[in-house]
């Protein structure tokens, strides 16, 4: 069964801060890990990776992946109240005949304080 | 607008009483998905459709049915709901899985079955 573990649950930081996310995976012929964040809303996407050791920016967030060890991390750097979500991590994996099938961790908690 | 949307967004009801959540994309996306969120559990992914009569199963499909007749619809049906379904739910779309298209979600239908 796939799996998907973010770690920690929860995390309460101030701003200026920076944070680090991690997710780590279980999957039968991994395609693509996903990072999504979500406020109180409908998730919104920030980064899909597929490529080893390729980090992915924008603006003060960044991730990257590391196939080998089946971990991705999440990095918030000089964090603002705005970044307070929860963000998920999906990851993409093969699903009956086609690779449509998507497995999402439990989300990390993140507060960022003034 | 490029959007997904869902109906109903609030909706509650009893045990057994069949009922459909509608979900559209106008951006002509070929992938949809259905999802369920839950505390602590993170998104669960239900169903999901590479394109037109195309389905497949994601990780709890059981008491929920979909159908693809056409590419913009993608509807959910509850045949006989229970209390364990309610859940808040959310469609999502993209025009394909892959590393260059992210996926949309819609803004989600809170589901109470009593």
């Known amino acids: 069964e796939d799996k998907v573990v973010q770690s920690p649950l929860s995390l309460v930081v101030h701003e200026g801060d920076t944070v680090t996310l991690n997710c780590s995976y279980e999957?039968?012929?991994?395609?693509?890990l996903l990072w999504y964040k979500q406020e109180k809303k409908a998730p919104t996407f920030l980064f899909m990776l597929t490529s080893s050791g390729i980090e992915k920016k924008s603006g003060r967030l960044s991730s990257i992946l590391d196939k080998k060890e089946l971990f991705s991390i999440l990095n918030i750097t000089a964090t603002q109240t705005g970044d307070s979500a929860v963000y998920l991590c999906?990851?993409?994996?093969?699903?009956?005949?086609?690779?449509?099938?998507?497995?999402f961790g439990q989300g990390t908690i993140l507060t960022v304080h003034p | 607008e490029a959007q997904v949307t869902q109906n109903p967004r609030y909706l509650i009801t009893v045990t057994g009483k069949k009922l459909t959540v509608t979900c559209s994309q106008n951006?002509?996306?070929?992938?949809m998905s259905w999802y369920r969120q839950d505390p602590g559990l993170g998104l669960r992914q239900i169903y999901y459709?590479?394109?037109?009569?195309?389905?497949d199963k994601g990780d709890v499909p059981e008491g929920y049915k979909v159908s693809r007749k056409e590419k913009r619809n993608f509807p959910l049906i509850l045949e006989s709901p229970s209390p364990n379904q309610t859940s808040l739910y959310f469609c999502?779309?993209?025009?394909?899985?892959?590393?260059?298209?992210?996926?949309?979600f819609g803004p989600g239908t809170r589901l109470t079955v009593t």
């Open positions: 951006m002509n996306h070929e992938y």
């Open positions: 999502a779309s993209s025009f394909k899985l892959g590393e260059f298209y992210e996926q949309y």
């Open positions: 459709s590479m394109n037109v009569e195309v389905t």
């Open positions: 999957v039968t012929n991994f395609r693509s």
């Open positions: 999906a990851v993409r994996g093969p699903g009956g005949t086609s690779y449509g099938k998507l497995t």
